[in-house]
């Protein structure tokens, strides 16, 4: 976990390797990205 410095808050971090390797992948992780961004969970 790592703190946001602007909003003060706890939030988790993701390293995906080679995620822009390819197509599939780049488009798998972006779908994911996105998702996440319209997301509020206190996890």
Sequence with gaps: AA????KKQEVAIKKIGNAFDNRVDAK???REIKLLCHM????
């Design 28 to 30: 798998r992780t972006l």
């Design 3 to 6: 703190v946001d410095s602007e």
């Design 40 to 43: 509020a969970h206190e996890n």
